[in-house]
């Protein structure tokens, strides 16, 4: 398929009418036939018994992966046809049916049209949808490294930004298999990998250190590096050459500095030098002392004034986003609402255009810490205990290395 590049559609095929596999069969062709539509890759079919709790029988179910140049609404067109001429008449919400196709993904697009949504919103509640969905994307992960560009476009449809931090190349892998957007290579290392109290004492060749870790280990996705307290504060032409040595030394694609008006000057400065920039307000963890601590900011209203005006200072002097740490839900949503580049919210609610976590709290490697939003997806710190005494009880007892791990 020549011309502009296509968008991958994921597409969930269902039946529980007739010869079942006939349906499928006869769809995928059809999906296939679809102008400038190339079928991909499909899943394995699987049987699944009906949801919704009506009598029915079970269902085969299978999901492709499109490579097409039809646009969304089109392609649900294309879609319903494909159902009507397999006989399916819509009747009960939940009930039997020839066809089913539903549209699960389109690209990294987020649709909310009558009629149609994307990404399905039935999608976290299907675990063989996940399970298909999954097994698409093992086998064909999307080329397309996501761009700077591609921030605001997520902003402009209303695609949330899914960030995290990381300071090495095998979580940089595991989380680019996880789909993450952007990776934030934050001076929070400086607490969270090297055990200091603050952010304070980082420095430029600790990062550049390990954002070259992280570019190895990923491949499409964005990465965004802290410029460490005192390496852009001090003068413009500093600040350019040390945001420079990140890039230029790691191949990140852009760095994260802290402040609102007064860095207005530096941000312009670097952003016309082409280095993306994102910005931090709120808790900028750089000036803790200042700020008296790890605490939410802009409760009062001639704080919130001057935030909202240093959203607006940065986004006028080029950056390409901004960090929301710890600030009311109701003003990180007021600033989001009036920018026009996203915001990305760490404890700062749920009306910013993406969030970020620090991964080791979130995956339950920094049991001490707890602040209320937080949410651990994982306790893997349990899982290293557990796996580590089971590790020193055979190497005590003598039962490892058994015969297994041993050469002749
Ligand atoms: O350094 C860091 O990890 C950060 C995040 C908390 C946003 O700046």
């Known amino acids: 398929m020549g011309g502009p590049a296509a968008e991958r559609a994921f597409v969930a095929l269902g039946s529980n009418l007739g010869d079942r596999a006939a349906q499928l069969d006869a769809a995928r062709a059809a999906l296939a036939s679809l102008p400038a539509t190339r079928l991909a890759a499909a899943s394995r079919v699987e049987e699944t018994p009906p949801l919704g709790g009506m009598a029915q029988p079970p269902y085969l179910n299978q999901m492709v992966l499109l490579e097409t140049r039809l646009g969304p609404r089109e392609l649900l067109e294309a879609c319903q046809a494909i159902e009507r001429a397999s006989g399916r008449v819509r009747t009960e919400h939940w009930g039997a049916r020839t066809l089913d196709l539903d549209i699960v993904r389109y690209g990294r697009r987020h649709v909310a049209e009558p009629g149609l949504i994307i990404p399905h919103p039935e999608l976290p509640n299907r675990d063989f949808w996940l399970r298909e969905l999954a097994e698409l994307e093992s086998m064909s992960a999307d080329p397309r490294p996501l761009t700077v560009p591609d921030l605001l476009a997520m902003k402009a449809t209303g695609r949330p930004i899914v960030m995290l931090t990381c300071y090495d190349a095998a979580f940089a892998r595991l989380l680019e298999q996880a789909d993450v957007d952007v990776l934030l290579v934050g001076d929070s290392l400086n607490q969270v990998l090297a055990g200091r109290d603050s952010t304070l004492s980082a420095t430029l060749d600790q990062m550049i250190y390990h954002a070259a870790s992280v570019r190895r280990g990923s491949s499409r996705t964005l990465v965004f590096v802290d410029l460490p307290f005192l390496t852009y504060q001090v003068s413009v032409p500093e600040a350019i050459r040390n945001a420079g040595r990140v890039l230029q030394e790691s191949g990140a694609h852009g760095v994260k500095l802290e402040g609102g008006r007064p860095m207005a000057e530096t941000v312009r400065a670097l952003v016309d030098r082409g280095i993306p920039v994102l910005g931090h307000l709120g808790l900028t963890p750089q000036s803790v002392h200042a700020l008296g601590g790890y605490r939410v900011q802009g409760r009062d209203q001639a704080t919130a004034d001057r935030?909202?005006?240093?959203?607006?200072?940065l986004e006028e002097a080029g950056a390409c986003g901004i960090v929301l740490e710890l600030l009311p839900a109701a003003l990180a949503?007021?600033?989001?609402?009036a920018l026009t580049i996203p915001t990305i919210g760490i404890g700062a609610g749920p009306g910013c255009d993406g969030q970020v976590l620090v991964l080791h709290d979130m995956l339950g490697l920094n049991q001490g810490f707890n602040p209320k939003?937080?949410?651990?997806?994982?306790?893997?710190?349990?899982a290293v205990r557990t796996a580590v005494r089971a590790y020193a009880s055979e190497v005590r007892e003598g039962s490892y290395p058994g015969p297994q791990h041993s050469f002749d």
Do not use: V
């Open 307 to 313: 935030l909202f005006a240093d959203a607006e200072a």
């Open 333 to 337: 949503r007021r600033i989001s609402a």
């Open 373 to 382: 939003f937080l949410k651990r997806y994982a306790e893997l710190g349990e």
